[in-house]
């Protein structure tokens, strides 16, 4: 053979073996990006925020203390129950959301195992928790583990402000009993704040950054606030980042898919339902029916015929709406 052709056939050779090596299930995953929306403490206003979600198509992860569903303010059991039938994912925060790390190794027994269960005599699968404030010890990791929970978020770990700085969770975590994740969103997080975040990620490599949010609310004077608009702005901006690879997953499905690359016998999680028209909620001065709960708005349809929908102006009713749309619309 001619050298020259040889070394052609070579380097085609070296090519073609670089790129397999790029692209081998391995390097796709750890190229990978995942943001996960974690809303934490069960407050009712995150149910505009389930709802922005679903109307985008993703999913996010709820941890509940249990001492706070239904009272005023808080999310009821069927909230709870909605979401997960919208594949959304609840997760453990203990009963009296109390520092861990303070309480007797009996107390911790009854915080954390009796949590799951509380949650789970409300029909509800759990397997992710999150440390209340944060606060664990080695102790406290082993008590989550002995209660059947398959992963615990601490409330820091993550940041990228200084040199040298962790911006996202490898997948699998290196401890999946203290999965880091940056600071919980303020209300002075900027949305731009939180698009740097995923850059930095994907800058790195790749990787998992689990967001905690709690409130969702507007002008509503909590210090951990993110106001619909900033939320919906945010997650419209990372599903615009699919085709680098960025995807958004609960807790329990990046724990249980991550490790291990796609294959035939292990799918990735398929996407779950989006409605085919937005659910809407809208602030009760937008309707005028004597029913303020029931109004129908004008929409504009994918194919540019105006309908009218259904707007609710209760979060609570627009999720049980948002399970009537998606039974009867695979
Ligand atoms: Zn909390």
Known sequence: MNPNRRKVLFIRWCTVAAALLFFSPQALLAARTVVTFAFDDGYADQLTGALILLNLGMRA????????????????????????????????HTIDHQDLTTLSPSAQQNEICGGRTILENWGLNVVSFAYPDGAYNPSVEAVVK??????????????????????????????????????????????ADLEQQVINVEKSGGGWLPLQFHHVCEGCGQEYE???????????????????????????????????????????????????????????????????????????????QQQLQLMETNPSAALSHAVQVLSITP
């Not at 992860?61 to 001492?67: K, N, S, V």
């Open 226 to 304: 993110i106001t619909p608009e900033n939320l919906e702005a945010f997650a419209a901006w990372v599903q615009q980042r699919a085709s680098l690879g960025t995807t958004v997953e609960t807790m329990n499905q990046v724990i249980t898919y991550g490790a291990n690359p796609p294959s035939p016998g292990r799918p990735r999680p398929r996407p779950l339902p989006r409605p085919r028209n937005p659910i809407l909620l809208g602030h009760p001065s937008m309707v005028s029916s004597s029913d303020p709960e029931h109004n129908y708005v004008p929409l504009m349809s994918d194919q540019g």
């Open 61 to 92: 992860t709820f941890f509940i203390p249990t001492y706070a569903i239904g009272h005023t303010g808080d999310m009821s059991v069927t909230d709870l129950q909605n979401l997960q039938t919208l594949g959304f994912e609840i997760g453990g």
């Open 146 to 191: 002995s209660c059947g929970y398959t992963s615990a978020r601490a409330a820091w770990g993550l940041a990228c402000k200084d040199p040298g700085c962790t911006p996202g969770e490898s997948i699998p975590p290196v401890d999946p009993y203290a999965v880091r994740t940056p600071e919980a969103v303020t209300g002075d997080t900027t949305l």
